[in-house]
């Protein structure tokens, strides 16, 4: 297992914000396994001969760079999760209402595309795990304390 991988493992999922990851995602949509797909609209969800949610299609995903939630969660060594919703903006481009969320399975090979990613959310894990480690310390070491004076 690559460390990459360990790593995703060990932090379980990541969510990302932004546009960035979108056409790399388009890019290797024929590679996906699409749960579920579902416009906001309903009109649009009852008519996808008129409204396709084509996600291979980058004008489908077309918004403003905040208005794109991405969200991966480890699966299993051959294969991620990628949890994502789209919101419309305004012409500030802020989130109004949301316009589709989609659920698909990608092959791990997609991983080092979230590498920078990962390793943000792995050191973040690694610095919390040591605060639990000084808190935890210092807890024994107070009680130890109390002991040696209270004797």
């Known amino acids: 297992m690559r460390k990459i991988d360990k790593k995703f493992k060990i932090i379980k999922s990541i969510t990302c914000v932004g546009w960035g990851l979108v056409p790399k995602l388009v890019a290797i949509m024929d590679s996906a396994n699409i749960r579920e797909k579902e416009w906001s609209d309903q009109f649009q969800q009852n008519h996808p001969d008129m ?11 077309s918004t403003y760079e905040d208005c794109v939630g991405l969200t991966f969660t480890f699966i299993n060594s051959k294969s991620i999760e990628c949890q994502a919703t789209v919101y419309n903006g305004d012409w500030l481009g802020e989130r109004t209402d949301r316009r589709f969320t989609a659920t698909f399975y990608l092959p791990s090979s997609f991983l080092p595309e979230l590498k920078r990613e990962i390793e943000y959310a792995f050191d ?27 004797a």
């Open 124 to 150: 973040n894990y690694c610095k919390n795990e040591y605060e639990d480690h000084l808190r935890k310390q210092k807890s024994d070491w107070i009680n130890k304390f109390k002991k040696t004076v209270l």
């Open 51 to 61: 409204y396709p949610l084509d996600l291979s299609n980058i004008k489908t995903w």
